[in-house]
């Protein structure tokens, strides 16, 4: 199995798309990352005007905690399409290229095969959260140094310099189990079509479409929003709460880690059944 992994992840690699994800993520995050480094006492100023006549703020606010945080709160809404370029082209791909029947008459049987080639796609996101976590925290912390991280979610926190990157560290781990439900969709709809573009419209389309749902203010879809994926992505702003809210944050990774399964277990079912002679 470790083989056939392996072999995926040449092949994801030996693609230029896959590339682009980490291009992308480079680009913004450096541009936000000088833009902040000419402008960042004006942000301070700006989060906590409400607050100067009241406290005396002391310490260096501004360093590479609050860099980090800005940045995953503003690209985590974007890194979904980074991801289906990549998931929605696993399978279509071997549709499109016309290699689908050499594959499947290996001796390899096929829940190798598209369980191979889903482990390879969860490496894919690995490297890309880690690639953001790389450059958003560890090279912000290089420039801009470390410190006490203010965060304002309906309430101004400051939290103490030594209590701040466990908290990174446990949003990018609840980050990229988001991130694999991503993938995991997109693996789904790459099994069901031979064209790559049809996976990542689908995909984008569903997440679009939870997402418009829930925020409607209907009784019936507010009870059943609980269930859609797209309510507990954005789960990992808990761990810069006070206190970490840890019963909620562990139901939701449940609701991600159920779909993640299930998601994989109809993709699997219907690759074993893909018909490879019409």
Known sequence: MITLIWIELQKIFRKWRTYIGFIAI??????????LYFTGDGYIKMLTRNFQDTFIMVG?????YLVGNLVLTGLYIHIPFLIVLVGGDLLASEATSGTYRMLLTRPVSRIKIVTAKFFAGLVYVFLLIAWLALLS???????FGTGELISFRGKLIIFAADDV??????AYGYAMLSMFTVFALSYFFSSLVENAIGPIVSTMAVIIILIILT????????????YFFTSHMIQWEGFFGDPVDYEKIFKSALVLAGHIIGLCLVTTYLFTKKDILS
């Open 137 to 143: 925290l560890g090279v912000s912390c290089l420039v």
């Open 60 to 64: 260096n606010l501004f360093n590479g």
């Open 215 to 226: 925020a409607l203010p209907i009784d019936f879809l507010k009870e059943i929003s609980p």
């Open 26 to 35: 480079g680009a913004l995050v450096t541009i936000v990352q000088i833009a």
């Open 165 to 170: 990157l466990w908290r990174f560290l446990a």
